[in-house]
């Protein structure tokens, strides 16, 4: 082949791409990003303590949340009594009744904020976090715990 | 015979010949794909502001909505079988449910021992870093709620009033 058609022949072929820079980018990228990644999310719940200065404490309502082995019980409510919510029934979401409560006194009660969680002892820990839950999703932000006398 | 031989090297030396001059390029292209998708895929998982946390081992903790972060703090953790302060086991989770009283006195002294770790890097760091008594507290959802009151008295009595409770995103 002359070196005519050897030319021609090389300027006719596609350039190909250089890889190589990308490639180290790539490698820099996913240690680091390995690092910092997380693959169980794991998210912080903030609680507050009596006497700490918590939401419950500057609130103008004593909005309290009784955990008993059996029941939930909402109260601390002016002019209100709540029943207590059976919670090892089984029949219905005794979570869902508490929070149509805790979304009733929020509405009467917009500007209340926290509330006081007080928590028998033998409650898994798993039940308190879902009532945290119910209290903070329902307006009151931070709950306060409170360890009941057993 | 000696002919077929000779020409046979004659053969094989062009072979080689040729052989030599092509240039082996190596092909990035399907490692570069994966790297595409390793790094979207990271991407995804990546935790922006704030410390990240990952469940002890052997700990289930409990499903909450929460969303919050973390901020950089010593980690308690509270198990089936034991209650750990920064990765080191502290006393058996049996004998703190067992005790009568609110304070456990090994728990104490794990902690005061990270307290004055933290004030003696925070003395030689400047004003930098300050013990500000924030602490992550990990618990197995299946604990009884008298362990963990136990758990949280005995860290305020040596100063970690700021308690955030590690869950898992629901």
Do not use: W
Request: with cysteine; proline share 7%; net charge neutral.
């Amino acid at each position: 082949m002359s070196l005519r058609k050897k030319r021609k022949r090389a300027a006719s072929e596609p350039e190909e791409l250089n890889l190589l820079p990308l490639m180290s980018l790539f490698v820099a990228l996913v240690p680091a990003l390995l690092y910092s990644a997380v693959f169980v999310p794991v998210s912080a719940l903030g609680l507050d303590f009596p006497g700490t200065g918590g939401a419950a404490g500057a609130s103008p309502l004593a909005l309290a949340v009784r955990l008993a082995d059996s029941t939930y019980t909402v109260e601390g409510v002016p002019d209100s009594a709540y029943a207590p919510i059976p919670r090892l029934t089984g029949e219905a979401d005794p979570l869902r009744e508490l929070r149509a409560e805790l979304d009733d006194v929020h509405a009467r009660y917009p500007t209340s904020g926290g509330a006081i969680l007080v928590v028998s002892p033998q409650v898994p820990y798993r039940d308190v976090v879902q009532v945290m839950d119910q209290v903070r999703e329902a307006g009151f932000g931070n709950s306060t715990l409170l360890g009941a006398q057993p | 015979m000696r002919g077929y031989l000779v020409g046979t090297a004659i053969r094989e030396r062009k072979r080689r010949g040729s052989e030599q001059a092509v240039v082996a390029r190596l092909q990035l292209t399907s490692l570069i794909d994966i790297f595409t998708v390793l790094l979207l895929f990271l991407l995804k998982s990546l935790v922006v502001g704030g410390a990240v946390v990952s469940p002890f081992p052997g700990v289930t903790l409990p499903p909450s909505s929460s969303t919050a972060t973390f901020k950089e703090s010593p980690v308690v953790v509270v198990t089936r079988s034991q209650v750990v302060v920064d990765g080191a086991a502290v006393c058996p989770t049996d004998q703190v449910m067992a005790q009568g009283e609110l304070k456990v006195p090994a728990l104490e002294q794990a902690l005061d021992a990270v307290r004055q770790k933290t004030e003696g890097l925070a003395e030689r760091a400047g004003s930098s870093r300050k013990f500000e008594g924030k602490l992550i507290l990990q618990a197995d959802e299946s604990i009884p709620f008298h362990v963990l009151q136990k758990v949280m008295y005995t860290s305020q009595t040596v100063g970690f009033y700021d308690i955030t409770l590690a869950v898992i995103q629901k």
